[in-house]
């Protein structure tokens, strides 16, 4: 009775339950059905690219594995021309359609699915030459080599893909090395560090740049792990340095500068002046030649006509000691005209001599004041301060090779300046002379003059006599002086020759500098105005190159389909072929082992 009721209660539970159930499991069924119907959402998407690369840099094969951060679980659409697809989080399947359309279930905050990619190419091209003892050496001819090994890597835009990776990506290529095989490793671009017992290579390639990157080494028996290229975009946090300190040393550049450039100008001020003195004197030096050649021209006939009217005076003093008859007194008569044109002709040398040594004096004082207002040494310091600015060093070297010789002009005028001075002096010593010469004839011919009016008044020929035996025996004395006179000036003009062709160089030579101190000025002023605002410009330079590299404004795409939206990251991860030695086959033979009956009992369920 017992056992019957107890059955009886267990069926009417079982039959009680069985509805409910059902119940449950359509509704579970009913969910699903609009979780496969629904649209499923996600944040972003992120791509990573992996790459098999042959030893010399080309691309094998290519895959990419999608991860999806999932907001809201239903079906999700991404896009990509695969030539394979794996589901990575769960074993649903992924369609894709002929429109390169991938089709999957999303349910859990994560989703990842793997792309097989062919003939994708990529943003950049990598190539790697292997160089041994300077011959290069093909792929399958590396394994086992020894000698001085050459790696080239290089990298370079690929034009046929969308730049913006190339111009905002940062590549890390790094090597790894087994000191037993590779010694004296030199990598100039490189950074060298440790990764175990090997040495880890790593470089670095900006965004927007091609490099060539070289490893050296010295190899035996060549086997190589393969080389790991990733490429990640370039947002590298720089904080901004503080160039306080830059910026005041930079200050004091631009003011040193600035009175390097006041300090040329004044020099440029006073080589122009200084030109413009040596060039009046040149000018000077010129007419004083011109007119000392013409006076030593004159000078013999000036002695020759001296020379008669010594030997008429003495012919006459004779003639008169002797009692003879008196010369024709008309002849006389024309003794005091000559000796006054002899007179006028000394005047008019000596007043020419004057007009010669005032220009002189002037083209003197000129050239004194302007080389003396060349501006003294400039130190060390500031000529190195000019190399180290950005202005144009050829400029500079102008700049710097024109005052040498300004330097070089004044030191020559100090030695030579006292020759100068003294030429001054030797004119005025020279003049002197003519205008007394000058007197003395004038004072004759008055004298000759005076005794030929009051010759009837004359009470004797004694003192006629008297009178031209005197003249004649000062007249011998002027004769002398006037021979050496001549002398004098012949000497004079022989010797001006050169000083004038002093003078003229001297006059081009501060023509030249002239010209090259206002090429200095124009230089100095462009460093000047280029240097003006050097602290702020520096600034900004700075503020330029950290905003290049911050790049914080870079939006990523996706690297498999334009179509693809809300990409997060997107990096790349390459890597290429192992260089191997290969290990010769062995040849198992198989021994036929003898079988109990348990293991011929297992063989039948194997």
């Known amino acids: 009775m017992y056992k019957g009721l107890i059955i009886i209660i267990i069926g009417l539970l079982v039959l009680s339950s069985f509805p409910l159930a059902t119940f449950a499991e359509e509704n579970k069924d009913e969910e699903i059905a609009a979780s496969n119907n629904s649209l499923g959402k996600y944040s972003t998407k992120d791509e990573v690219i992996y790459g098999k690369l042959d030893m010399l840099g080309h691309v094998n094969n290519m895959y990419v594995v999608n991860t999806f951060h999932v907001t809201g679980p239903g079906k999700i659409v991404d896009y990509g021309d695969y030539t394979d697809i794996r589901n990575l989080t769960d074993l649903t399947i992924i369609d894709q359609t002929m429109e390169n359309e991938v089709h999957f279930q999303a349910d859990g905050e994560e989703f990842y699915y793997q792309g097989e990619l062919a003939n994708q190419a990529l943003p950049w091209d990598f190539s790697i030459d292997y160089l041994l003892d300077g011959q290069e050496l093909k792929a399958d001819d590396l394994a086992g080599q020894s000698g001085a090994l050459e790696i080239r890597i290089t990298t370079e835009q690929n034009k046929t893909m969308d730049p913006l990776f190339f111009e905002n990506y940062l590549i890390q290529i790094s090597a790894s090395f087994d000191p037993v095989i590779f010694s004296n490793i030199q990598a100039p671009k490189g950074t060298e560090a440790n990764e175990g017992k090997n040495k880890l290579i790593t470089f670095s390639v900006m965004p927007d740049t091609e490099e060539e990157l070289i490893i050296s080494a010295d190899v035996t028996d060549l086997e190589m792990d393969p080389i790991n290229i990733s490429a990640i975009p370039a947002n590298i946090a720089i904080e901004n340095p503080d160039i306080g300190d830059m910026k005041d040393d930079m200050q004091e550049l631009a003011v040193a500068i600035h009175e390097i450039n006041s300090g040329v100008a004044e020099m440029s001020d006073g080589i122009s002046e200084l030109n413009n003195g040596a060039s009046e004197l040149g000018n000077g030096s010129k007419e004083y030649l011109a007119g000392i050649n013409e006076l030593d021209q004159a000078s013999g006939k000036l002695v020759n006509g001296s020379g008669e009217i010594h030997d008429a005076l003495q012919q006459v003093s004779k003639a008169i000691e002797g009692g003879s008859d008196l010369p024709d007194m008309a002849e006389m008569t024309e003794l005091p005209e000559g000796l006054n044109q002899i007179a006028a002709g000394l005047r008019e040398s000596a007043k020419g001599l004057n007009t010669l040594s005032e220009g002189y004096k002037e083209a003197y004082s000129a050239l004194d004041k302007a080389i003396e207002g060349i501006p003294g040494t400039i130190d060390e310091e ?212 003898k079988k109990g009956i348990w293991g011929r009992f297992l063989d039948l369920f194997r």
């Open 382 to 593: 500031e000529i190195q301060a000019l190399y180290g600015s950005n202005a144009d060093q050829k400029i500079i070297g102008k700049l710097v090779e024109t005052y040498s010789a300004a330097q070089t002009v004044k030191q020559t005028y100090a030695v030579v300046k006292e020759g100068f001075s003294s030429v001054t002096g030797a004119l005025e010593k020279i003049s002197t002379p003519l205008y007394t010469m000058a007197e003395q004839l004038e004072i004759m011919a008055s004298g000759i003059e005076e005794a030929m009016e009051n010759m009837e008044q004359l009470d004797a020929l004694a003192d006629l006599q008297k009178g031209l035996s005197t003249l004649a025996s000062e007249y011998s004395s002027f004769h002398s002086g006037l021979t050496d006179y001549t002398k004098g000036v012949h000497s004079l003009a022989v010797n001006y020759q050169d000083l004038d062709t002093g003078i003229q160089e001297l006059s081009k030579g501060t023509s030249k500098l002239n010209d090259g101190a206002n090429e200095l000025h124009e230089g100095t002023s462009e460093l000047e105005e280029a240097t003006d605002d050097i602290p702020n410009e520096m600034q900004s330079e700075i503020d330029k190159l950290l905003e290049k590299y911050e790049n914080s404004d870079f939006e990523p795409i996706s690297f498999v389909s334009d179509k693809n939206e809300k990409i997060g990251v997107v990096q790349f991860v390459l890597q290429t072929e192992s260089i191997e030695i290969e290990e010769p086959e062995e040849i198992e033979v198989e021994k036929e082992e």
